[in-house]
């Protein structure tokens, strides 16, 4: 079975007949103003960055399409301009409400017409909004893919003039995609409940199987593609790998110490608060922000960065969709992501202002069984979720209710990983067996039962998809993984997995950094003597059989043998019992890993995955090395690895005081207008009023971003603050 009879066999379809497969035919309506006046007049651009031009070009000619534009590349001005233009509403799909509200106020300062309809109001709201659209007072309307569940939804959208249906975060729509949601495969139906108007879908990563699930699942009609180069020539993507926290928190002191402004990505919560902490005990100003906090909470933290009250974001992965600042100089990943999608998605909100950046991956073996959890959480087996549905018939009251939370549920029905209790449900919920409801006055969220006569054994779930998506995600770490274990540049690494060939290597990711180094070369006497000790301990580490050497250690735990640790694992191993035991203790830790490293490039060790852990053992060469029956080149590790980064560009200079008051300004007017203060103007704005000093709003709309719109509806107050600071300093 294809992927779309799998989506046509879980969705119940909201109209029958087939798709029209035609072409789309070319627009023959007139535009209500060219593209390029659209940029300068609402965005105070004198021009489109690269790829952009191109695919307004092909959306004003009535082509459906799906664009590819990395994270930065300005892919929301590929669908507003547009809208701008043409007769007729744009619907925007997108999944996430704060990124909804986001984009509106942003084009509302803009003096653009924007609305949008999500959870977040009621069913009277959403109907006043939906009869300004056919009044003509909106051009954008922003929608949440769930309210196309609802076919009385459906019935009022029917009846609008539907210019264009521009699909955000489109990755979102494939089971292969690294945020799926399961409302977006109802798209492509409800494309055809509107008449199939122009559909554009837009992602900022999309693997070449995901881009086919797209164009499947909304049956695009004859579609352009646009895939723009996924390379980010000013990041500097580096994957360190660390033994122990110790050395991860160094490694954070120093990349604050050096680029000051950036993002610190944690997997779990706990780990949020635990760096804060530390970040604290620096003295270092900083942010949290996680799905434990409230949404006051969230929304003061991501204000204050974006603001400049601090510089320091520390964060889960929801963390950075809409975020409007430019100047963030480092991305940090404490532990290693779920995927590379997540990955290089956080990693590119470092330099969106193109200047020179560095992303830095702190990579620990054992910081993996925490994605592993996640993905066991995701993915409940067919066993948990007979035992969940079986608690809830065994619990249900006479209404077939029942008010447990998630954690009672888990305890009752035997399940170790509570997530797996709310997909589980999900699961349930979305196969029509069962509802999730609000208890007045209760913070736990109570179960209904819509099928009670079926039984447990009755369950009709479909468990191959239910498998391939398991199998997905454990796809998808392994590939991340593997990644960091790989020789060959970042840059390049990455960008062959979105499908793209690279021209050439990044220069500037510690792979490329290291093989600047030097050309392998036979080891000196005293090298090779140290190379020998190394791979006695790798040996004495490993067993042998007649096949030859079998691997029963990794790499760290090597290391801490061969310089002397006594750690409790080390000792309850019996490890400092083996003759090889601190026999590199004048080396360091740190130089014996980068060691290690060097010898598995020269081929003298190899990795073996075993249930799942990558262990180290000798390769054949490796072995006769170590008895001095064969020499082999390598590249010697400096005593101290070398951490360049390019430093960044200075900015034109400005005067902190007068930045200060136009920010003050600015923050005024956002609480004026109930608006988070960046979409007033954004820093960047700020610091080129401060720098070129405008007199007059023709002046300031010279400017780069800054617009017409903007400077009629907010500039005055600024305009004056720089009169009177120039005349204070004249």
């Known amino acids: 079975m294809d992927f779309q009879t799998r989506i046509d066999a879980v969705i119940d379809p909201m109209l029958g007949g087939d798709v ?87 084009l509302v300062a803009r003096g653009i017409p924007a609305t949008l309809i999500n959870s977040s109001l009621s069913w009277p709201e959403q109907q006043k909004r939906l009869d300004g659209v056919r009044r003509g007072e909106w051009k954008l309307v922003y929608i949440a893919p769930e309210r196309f569940r609802a076919e009385s939804f459906l019935r009022v959208v029917k009846e609008l003039d539907v210019a264009l249906f521009a699909v955000d ?65 000013n990041l500097s993507l580096n994957i360190r790998h660390v033994e122990t926290r110790a050395q991860k928190d160094a490694r954070v002191k120093a990349i604050i110490e050096q680029h000051k402004t950036g993002i610190i990505y944690c997997a779990t919560r706990k780990k949020v608060d635990l760096v804060a902490e530390l970040l604290e ?72 202002d193109g200047q020179p950046s560095t992303c830095e991956l702190l990579f620990n073996y054992a910081d993996t069984r925490t994605q592993e959890f996640f993905i066991d959480g995701a993915n409940p087996s067919i066993a948990d979720i007979h035992g969940i549905y079986q608690y809830l018939l065994n619990e249900a009251n006479t209404d077939y209710e029942i008010h447990r939370s998630i954690e009672e549920i888990a305890k009752g029905g035997g399940i170790k990983n509570s997530m797996a209790v709310g997909n589980a449900l999900l699961l349930l919920a979305r196969a029509g067996y069962l509802e999730r409801f609000d208890l007045p006055k209760s913070r736990v969220r109570a179960t209904r039962l819509l099928q009670p006569q079926v039984l ?8 191959r998809a239910l498998d391939e998506k398991n199998h997905r995600d454990r796809k998808k770490l392994k590939a991340m993984v593997a990644m960091c274990d790989a020789r060959q540049c970042r840059q390049s690494h990455i960008l062959e997995y979105f499908g793209e060939r690279a021209k050439a290597p990044c220069g500037k990711c510690d792979r490329c950094l290291s093989s600047k180094q030097g050309h392998a070369k036979l080891p000196e006497k005293e090298q090779a003597m140290i190379i020998r000790k190394a791979l006695s301990g790798v040996a004495r580490m490993s067993s042998r059989n007649t096949h030859g050497w079998v691997a029963r250690f990794g790499r760290a735990r090597i290391a801490q043998m061969l310089a002397g640790s006594r750690t409790q694992e080390v000792l309850s191993a019996g490890l400092d019992q083996l003759t090889t035991h601190g026999i590199l203790k004048e080396q360091g830790i740190d130089f014996i890993n980068r060691l290690l490293r060097a010898m598995l490039d020269a081929g003298l060790v190899h990795t073996e995955t075993i249930r799942d852990f990558p262990l180290l053992t000798l390769t054949p060469l490796g072995d006769q090395v170590m008895r001095e029956k064969a020499e082999a080149a390598i590249v010697w590790p400096s005593s101290e690895e070398p951490q360049k980064s390019a430093k960044s560009t200075p ?12 920010r003050n300004e600015r923050s005024r007017l956002a609480k004026r207008d109930g608006m988070p203060a960046y979409v007033i103007f954004t820093n960047r704005a700020l610091e080129s009023m401060a720098a070129h000093l405008p007199d007059t709003n023709a002046q300031a709309c010279q400017l780069h971003g800054i617009s017409e719109a903007k400077m009629e509806r907010y500039g005055a107050g600024f305009i004056e603050i720089i009169g009177l600071w120039k005349t204070q300093k004249s």
């Open 20 to 106: 029209d497969r035609a072409m789309t035919e070319k627009r023959t309506t007139p535009l209500e103003m060219p593209a390029s006046d659209a940029l300068a007049k609402h965005f105070g651009f004198d021009g489109f960055r690269d790829g952009q031009q191109e695919v307004i070009d092909q959306i004003l000619e009535g082509r459906d399409g799906l664009v590819v534009m990395p994270t930065g590349g300005g892919k929301s001005l590929c669908f507003q301009i547009p809208a701008l233009c043409l007769p007729g509403v744009t619907l925007v799909i997108s999944p996430l409400i704060a990124l909804m509200k986001d984009q509106v106020d942003g």
């Open 169 to 233: 975060e489109a990755h979102c729509l494939s089971q292969w995609g690294h945020d799926f949601r399961p409302d977006y495969m109802r798209l492509g139906q409800a494309l055809e409940a509107l008449g199939r108007p122009q559909c554009v879908a837009f992602t900022a990563t999309a693997t070449p199987t995901v881009r086919e699930d797209i164009l499947q699942v909304l049956k695009l009609r004859e579609p352009f593609e646009c895939v723009s180069g996924f390379a980010r020539p």
């Open 281 to 352: 005990s620096w003295n270092v100003s900083c942010i949290s922000y996680h799905g434990g906090m409230s949404d006051a909470e969230r929304n003061l933290a991501q204000e204050k960065f974006i603001q400049r009250e601090v510089d320091i974001a520390i964060a889960t992965n929801a963390f950075g969709m809409g975020i409007d600042r430019a100047d963030v100089r480092f991305v940090i990943h404490y532990e290693v992501p779920g995927s590379i999608e997540a990955y290089y998605q956080e990693a590119g909100r470092a330099g969106r």
């Open 456 to 463: 447990t054994s009755q369950l009709r779930l479909d468990t």
């Open 651 to 662: 900015a034109a200079a400005i005067d902190e005081t007068l930045f200060t008051l136009l």
